[in-house]
Each structure stands twice: as structure tokens, then as C-alpha cells.
């Protein structure tokens, strides 16, 4: 047995070189492979630095930073794609509004904005208090015909007039008693300007009436005995959030709304500008117009000879395009003479100009 045993592990000299040659080639093989494997997977790519700047590409598109969004109540039915970027919308997004629109949509309330592809709902929330949707003009144009009511001016006597005559040449009710309590006090009325001493007269009213009031200090009713209402008036750009409060359907978001608008503006000219404000509509107008009036000598003036990019894009009625027309006009030609010259020299359009005039002046 162990004969056998021996025979058959017992290699020639030639036979034992076969082998020794053979498990060299394997061992050679085996390191081949493993030197080839390494050098494959050395070369392999490495893309993740390219997928993370795809990464940072992509969050810096879509990602929302408060500190750069710049709030202003808007319209997403007329507002510009400048002033959907700087309320922080990506460009992807601001480019889906306009699209939307250039093919008929229309946006009847926020929460159809709400709907436009690509628009975050972290966003969408913070632009939610500022988006203020104008009601359809024709429907409002229509209502106010209707309602309105024709004014014969003639000539009249601030000292001796009735409320109802007063009423009769264009006064509205909280002025005519305002006068007649002016006039019970025992004031008189000497001369056609003292009529702006009245708390609530206007200017541009005053304007109108001047060529008809007639003074006359012969007769005067200082005391008259029809009834006289008793309604809280409220003076809009002097106002605070706790005197608003006080006027009939206005209440607590509304005051602030108002008075976010009114800094944004610089004032209110008109009552009706109440409806550039997020959630009034005419009908809340013609229900409080006769508890407020407005002090336009309180709007403040932005002087178009000195303000800045930040300043001017600020006003709600002016977007980037007006901006850089206007200061690019001071850096070709020089400061403006008269604020006239925003529209004399097509710096502006006609109808801006007619929106934006309370606010600009020249110093």
C-alpha cells in the first residue's frame, strides 16, 4: 500500500518541472486578474460631484428664502414676470403665470394661484395676504352708473345753506353736517377759503364748488333744526389700526391691510383706492365711504430727483421697467424740472403718470 502510494506521488525530474512551470502560470493568472480589476474600478467615474451641483442648481431654484422674497400687494392677473421674481417665485414658475395667461387665464381668486404648476405651498402661503385680485371692471363700471347720482351746482351760501342743499351741489352727508355743526358753533364764514377750515373739505372738491359760493354774512342760521347724523368719521391716512376698527365693516384684518397698503403707498387720494387693498370691493366701499375722509396733504412725496432703485420700486404703482427708465433719464439728461417731464418725455405712460402724479414730486 504504501508502495502504491509512493509510486504515485513520485515525479520525475522533468514531470516536477511541469508542475513547478503550470503553478507559476496560475499564480500568474490570479495576479493578471487582480491587477486588472483594480485599475477597471480605478478608472471608473465619479460623478458626485456633478450630481451635487445639480443638487445645489436645483434647491437653489426651487428653495425659498425669506430674507430675499420682497413682499408688496399684487395682481397675478396684470403683474409683471420682474415683479413675480422679486416676490421670490423662481423663474420656471413666473414663466408658467405668464403662459397661463398669454392663453386666456384668469385668476378669480387666490386659490386659483394657488393651482399654477411648480408653485411651492410654503410659498404660495407666505404670498397669500398680499395677493389683492382687482374686481372686473365692466361689472364695476356698470354698478357705478347705476348708482350715481347727478349734482346740479348752482350758487349757494355756506352761511345760511340747508343740509339738503348742500347735499343737492355734490356735499356728501358727513361734509354738509360737518358744516352745519360748524356753523352752529357759531362760526361764521367770511370768505370762500374758510370753507377749508371744514374738517373733511378736499381740495379738489373745493375747487369745483369755489365759483359758486357766495358770501353772505347778512343772514345766517347758526342754529338749524333739521337733524343733523350723528356718524363716526374717520380720517384714512392719519388713522390707526384701533380708529379703523371703529368704522362699519372694517374690521381687525382689513385695518391692518389698510394701514400695510397705506405705508406701501404713502396714502390714500382717493376712497376708492381702498379696492387695491386685498379683500375690499365696491360694496364694502359704498357702505363706508361716508364714514371716511382723506387728508391728501398727509401723502407723502417721493422725489423722483433723489430716490433710489429700493425707493421707487417700493410704490405698489411702479415696477422695475419704470424704475430704470427713470433713473436712466437722470443719468442721460440730468434732474427732472417738473415732475411733467415723467410724461412729456414718454418716461413714463399716460395713464401711470395719472396714477403715480400725488406721489412724485421735484425738489
Not at 280 to 309: G, H, M, R, W, Y
Request: charged letters at 25%; hydrophobic letters at 40%.
Amino acid at each position: 500500500m504504501n508502495r502504491l502510494i509512493r509510486e504515485f506521488f513520485n515525479f520525475s525530474k522533468r514531470e516536477r518541472r511541469g508542475i513547478i512551470v503550470l503553478l507559476c502560470l496560475i499564480l500568474l493568472l490570479i495576479i493578471t486578474n487582480i491587477i486588472v480589476d483594480y485599475r477597471i474600478n480605478k478608472k471608473q467615474l465619479d460623478f458626485s460631484e456633478f450630481e451635487n451641483e445639480i443638487d445645489e442648481w436645483y434647491a437653489s431654484d426651487t428653495a425659498i428664502d425669506i430674507s430675499e422674497v420682497e413682499l408688496f400687494y399684487f395682481d397675478p392677473n396684470n403683474a409683471s414676470r420682474s415683479q413675480f421674481l422679486q416676490l421670490g417665485i423662481p423663474e420656471h414658475v413666473a414663466d408658467n403665470i405668464i403662459s397661463y395667461r398669454s392663453k386666456g387665464g384668469k385668476f378669480k381668486n387666490p386659490n386659483d394661484f394657488a393651482r399654477i404648476y411648480g408653485l411651492e405651498p410654503e410659498l404660495f402661503d407666505i404670498l397669500h395676504p398680499y395677493i389683492s385680485i382687482a374686481t372686473q371692471k365692466k361689472r364695476s363700471y356698470k354698478s357705478t352708473k347705476e348708482n350715481k347720482t347727478e349734482y346740479e351746482l348752482k350758487e349757494f351760501n355756506p352761511n345760511n345753506a340747508t343740509k339738503n342743499e348742500l347735499i343737492s351741489i355734490g356735499f356728501e352727508p358727513y361734509l354738509a353736517n360737518n358744516l352745519i355743526k360748524y356753523r352752529s358753533s357759531g362760526a361764521v364764514f367770511y370768505e370762500k377759503n374758510d370753507l377749508l377750515k371744514l374738517y373733511g373739505m378736499d381740495s379738489l372738491f373745493f375747487d369745483k364748488i369755489e365759483p359758486y359760493i357766495v358770501i353772505d354774512t347778512t343772514n345766517i342760521i347758526f342754529d338749524e333744526n333739521e337733524d343733523i347724523d350723528e356718524l363716526l368719521i374717520i380720517e384714512i391716512n392719519s388713522a390707526e389700526a384701533n380708529d379703523l376698527i371703529k368704522i362699519k365693516g372694517i374690521g381687525d384684518v382689513y385695518s391692518d391691510r389698510i394701514i400695510k397698503y397705506r405705508n406701501l403707498l404713502g396714502g390714500f387720494v382717493s376712497v376708492n383706492q381702498l379696492t387695491e387693498v386685498y379683500g375690499i370691493n365696491p360694496e364694502t366701499i359704498d357702505i363706508i365711504k361716508n364714514q371716511i375722509i382723506i387728508d391728501s396733504s398727509l401723502v407723502n412725496c417721493i422725489n423722483i430727483n433723489s430716490a433710489d432703485f429700493t425707493s421707487l420700486i417700493r410704490h405698489p404703482y411702479i415696477e422695475k421697467e419704470n424704475v430704470q427708465a427713470i433713473l436712466n433719464y437722470r443719468k442721460l439728461v440730468g434732474k427732472f424740472e417738473d415732475k411733467s417731464e415723467l410724461l412729456s418725455q414718454k418716461v413714463i405712460s399716460e395713464e401711470l403718470y395719472l396714477k403715480l402724479s400725488p406721489y412724485i414730486c421735484v425738489e
